[in-house]
Structure formats: C-alpha cells, structure tokens
T-cell receptor
Framework: DVKVTQSSRYLVKRTGEKVFLECVQD?????MFWYRQDPGLGLRLIYF???????EKGDIPEGYSVSREKKERFSLILESASTNQTSMYLC???????????FGQGTRLTVV | GNSVTQMEGPVTLSEEAFLTINCTYT??????LFWYVQYPGEGLQLLLK?????DKGSNKGFEATYRKETTSFHLEKGSVQVSDSAVYFC??????????????FGTGTQLKVEL
C-alpha cells in the first residue's frame, strides 16, 4: 500500500514562530503537493513539486515556502506563523502521469 | 480557470436511503474526474474516478458517470450505511501540464447517515 506520512497530527505554535511540516512518501512518486483544508473552502493548493529541488506555486502560496531535497520528502515551511494560518494541512503524492493522488492523514495546526 | 461546484451539505439520510451528491465542473480540454472521501480524523482517500466522457467509475457501491454534455459527475449510492458518514469531495485534473498534474477540488459535502 502507498503510504504518505505527515510528521505530526496536531501542532500548536505561537505567532511569529517558524514552523516546519514534514511529509514522506514511500512509493517513489515524482509529484508531491501541499494543500490546506478549511470549512466551506475545500482544499486549496499551496505548493507542489514534480521533481527533486523543483517547486511551483499553487493557488495560495503567500506566507509559505517549501523544500524538496530528496524525492520522498516534501516540507512545508511557515516563515512567520500567523493566526490566519490555523488550518488542516494535507500532503499528497502521485506518479508523474497520474492525477490519482494519495494523501497523508493531515496535520491540524493551531497558531495562537 | 478550472473549477468544481458541489452541493452544499450537510446531507442527512436514513440508513438504506438513496444518495445523490451533485457535482458540476468547468475545465478546458478533457479533464479526468474524481470522487474522494474523508472519514472523520483522516486524510482523503480516492473513492472512484473516470478519465473520459461516458465512463462510469464505481467502488464500494458508489457510482458516478462522466457526462461531458452536462459537465457533471454526480455521485450516487443505492443504499447508504452509517459507515458511509464522511465528507465527499469532487475533483478534476486537466492532465499533465508541465508536470504536477494538479487536482482542483470542490468544497466538499458532508454526509450523515442515521439509523
């Protein structure tokens, strides 16, 4: 079975902190994605990566950055956390030519 | 740009009732269409998919038919169970465009099934 693992289920951080959310997949997928999920808004794409060291902005990249140094790992970075970044964050991965994405269990981040 | 519209919830049904969750889309070209399900406290799982017009995706008693003429992909199940209670997301991908093969999601529809 494909496994996408996010490092934390729940996180509480203070405003202004630098926050790292980690995601690892074990299926040698080329594509990796970070979404945030908010009630009434569905899933919105923050960043995605289709190869090591490659990244592209999604629909809502402001306030976020990403890092992909190894194929299996994709990190989301909140440079200076703010309360409006309180949300559920979902990582996903897929093969290059397939749109079928496999999701992690999510990280619920609260910024206080 | 691409967009997906699905009916607002929550949808509350009695066990063994018939389920329809409507989904319509706007996209250029010939997108692939998906339904994902999210059970409480979990990430999303692929429920079913269809990659071209008139294809029917099916899984676990759920079905959806890709209707190009009405740009729709409605989810149906003949007899729901309490265990089907979850949030259902309709999504599309417009194919490989420079890598990434991104998904565009609807806002999700919460389904509650009661005994």
């Amino acid at each position: 079975d494909v496994k996408v693992t996010q490092s934390s289920r729940y996180l509480v951080k203070r405003t202004g902190e630098k926050v790292f959310l980690e995601c690892v997949q074990d299926m040698d997928h080329e594509n990796m994605f970070w979404y945030r999920q908010d009630p009434g808004l569905g899933l919105r794409l923050i960043y995605f990566s289709y190869d090591v060291k490659m990244k592209e902005k999604g629909d809502i990249p402001e306030g976020y950055s990403v890092s992909r140094e190894k194929k299996e790992r994709f990190s989301l970075i909140l440079e200076s956390a703010s309360t409006n970044q309180t949300s559920m964050y979902l990582c996903a991965s897929s093969f290059w030519v397939s749109a079928e994405a496999f999701f992690g269990q999510g990280t619920r981040l609260t910024v206080v | 740009g691409n967009s997906v519209t699905q009916m607002e919830g929550p949808v509350t049904l009695s066990e063994e009732a018939f389920l329809t969750i409507n989904c319509t889309y706007t996209a250029t070209g010939y997108p692939s269409l998906f339904w994902y399900v999210q059970y409480p406290g979990e990430g999303l799982q692929l429920l079913l998919k269809a990659t071209k017009a008139d294809d029917k995706g099916s899984n676990k008693g759920f079905e959806a038919t890709y209707r190009k003429e009405t740009t729709s992909f409605h989810l149906e199940k003949g007899s729901v169970q309490v265990s089907d209670s979850a949030v259902y997301f309709c999504a599309l991908s417009d194919g490989v465009t420079g890598g990434g093969n991104k998904l565009t999601f609807g806002t999700g529809t919460q389904l509650k099934v009661e005994l």
